[in-house]
């Protein structure tokens, strides 16, 4: 028995020691760096992007230091939950779903969600880049694929239509490649650079579903911290504000890639 | 010579295969927009040999007191024992991943994703490193100790030439199996976003969108570091053993 007393002893030892909580005056910023130019990696894996440079922005606005913490996009509600980041600035759209679990920022962004079709599919139902939104949804027996947990799923998915669930953006680019499904539904620049890697078995429809707003995400019930991001959101706007300066900076990169600068995003 | 020609041939047929699947997809394959990431590849390939060592080592020492556990008086080390494997091997190692790191790390006060990550595969291969000792000494029997005793061997001579041996012999193969098979679950820390291989492939897709390239690299890179491994292990196991 006693070595029964000295484990336990040992365990809650462990528990008390380990259960103080780092209380620092750091921002922890969450986003998943896999969705460039707005949340990426240069070559030696540091944080780069436009999201980056908003989260640096808001962390000098509140005079704290910033941390950028790498999270995947499903795990990034889960962290905010566990307390393990205070903020995500992960170019997330404010849905009713996510509102239930989290507190939204007002848009700082309205990404226009437009569509990836496979070229025969497209071919078949007579859809080119100029077809409407209603001609996608009027055909029947349309396959979808979108990402789990993202809009590309939730957005069919609010027309009743089936959605095939893809872990990451690889596998449901691909399936919309090799003609496993026929639409996928992304924000303009992972669809523009899907199709730019697939030039011959894809087609871009530009006409967009919806321009979903996309505003930072926080505990729910951490108002202190959404009024301050909201003041922020609002100073965004100045002449010399944030989005100029970020225009001035990505405007090259978005107009090389899409053909669209950053006011494509900032106007709903 | 035959045997080696005969082998020639299979890794030939395999080679074949590869080389069909990887014409039927893009038409113009080219893993050459992955060049400017080398480095970060590079850093990854690192980081899953590293987190295999780390966990290979750390369920080798937490696996032996497990198994001192399991054979020890204390019944209820025997109970924790077997309560934790089942609970281990009924738990897939995502699911696991994701636990420790989201879960009980917070729990505990600490957000080291990385650090959970590392402890996660550890205890993940925890029990399976405990069966390993217990077939592994329960192949010495009681007659061989006497006889060592009976001609005063020294304890270095009884590991050295009686024990080790045989253990060795009978440890190896399941150890190369469990070490690959760390190897393998190591890419399930991408979902912590972890820069280990599969992440780092991830990363490198998202901006250059040669998704197909891509999988092929990392199916090669995958192999390049298990096969050798798996090779080296052979050599070790005809050299030590009997």
Known sequence: ?268 | MRKTSAYALAILTVLALIFFVVTQQADDFSVASFKPYQSLIASAIGNTILVSMVALLGSLILGFIFYLFSISKVKYLNAITDVFTEIIYGTPLLVLVVITAFLIGPAFGTYNRNLMGYIALIIYMTPYMKNVYQSGFSSISRDQYMTMDLFGFTPYQRYRYIIIPQVVRILMPPMMNNLSMIIKGSALLNVLSYNELYYAIRVAQSQTFRFVEGYVLMWILYLMITIPLSQAAKIIERKWAL
């Open chain 1, 1 to 268: 028995m006693k070595k029964v007393f000295t484990i336990f002893t040992l365990f809650i030892l462990i528990i008390l020691l380990s259960s103080c909580k780092p209380n620092d005056n750091v921002l922890r910023v969450g986003m998943d760096l896999k969705y460039p130019p707005f949340e990426t990696v240069d070559l030696s894996n540091n944080p780069e992007g436009i999201s980056v440079d908003i989260a640096y922005a808001l962390g000098e606005y509140l005079g704290r230091e910033v941390e950028i913490v790498n999270t995947d996009f499903g795990s990034i509600i889960p962290a905010i939950q566990s307390g393990e980041i205070d903020i995500a600035i992960a170019s997330m759209s404010i849905t009713e779903e996510r509102l239930e679990v989290v507190d939204f920022t007002n848009p700082y962004f309205y990404f226009k969600i437009i569509s990836l079709v496979n070229q025969d599919f497209a071919t078949e139902n007579g859809l080119t880049s100029d077809s409407t939104v209603d001609d996608l949804l009027a055909i029947d027996g349309a396959r979808f694929v979108g990402i789990a947990s993202q809009v590309s799923s939730s957005i069919p998915e609010s027309y009743g239509k089936n959605v095939i669930q893809a872990t990451d953006l690889g596998t449901a680019v691909e399936s919309v490649s090799q003609g496993t499904a026929d639409i996928l539904l992304m924000s303009a620049n992972p669809v523009v650079d899907g199709y730019k890697a697939n030039p011959t078995t894809t087609l871009v429809v530009w006409d967009s579903f919806v321009a979903s707003p996309i505003g930072m995400a926080v505990k729910k019930g951490n108002s202190e911290l959404v009024n301050q991001a909201n003041q922020f959101i609002e100073s965004l706007n100045q002449t010399g504000g944030l989005y100029e300066i970020l225009a001035n900076k990505w405007n090259p990169i978005l107009l090389e890639n899409l053909g669209k600068g950053l006011d494509f995003y900032i106007n709903a």
